[in-house]
Nanobody, 124 residues
């Protein structure tokens, strides 16, 4: 199974961008999918997730009301729409996926598949 990411780049504060994570095998509905990010010198951090079966979503407080995770069944992908970007959103963003549900979808270890990473730089 491969996760192929697209999107990202260098952006101004307050702007918007959408990242996409396409799954190469199976239906996206079969996976729990999350986005993590890693800023320079920091640990990889959970950002948000969408649970197996098209279930509920979860966000860290710092991105609530600004980021939206959504499944796109046509593309067999999960998108991360980010608006009102801030400099502190600067990081490499990774999507992660695993088949079925997870007890803790905020942890790094349980995920079996990872995207290649996409740089998002927010700077004026």
């Amino acid at each position: 199974v491969e996760l192929v990411q697209s999107g990202g780049g260098s952006l101004d504060p307050g702007s918007s961008v959408t990242l996409s994570c396409a799954v190469s095998e199976g239906s996206i509905a079969s996976y729990t999918v999350a986005w993590f990010r890693q800023a320079p010198g920091k640990e990889r951090e959970f950002v948000c997730s969408t649970r197996w079966g098209g279930g509920s979503t979860r966000y860290i407080d710092s991105v609530k009301e600004r980021f939206t995770i959504a499944r796109d069944n046509f593309k067999n992908a999960v998108d991360l729409e980010m608006v009102a970007l801030k400099s502190e959103d600067t990081a490499v963003y990774y999507c992660a996926a695993t088949l079925g549900p997870l007890q803790d979808d905020t942890a790094v270890d349980p995920y079996d598949y990872w995207g290649q990473g996409t740089q998002v730089t927010v700077s004026s």
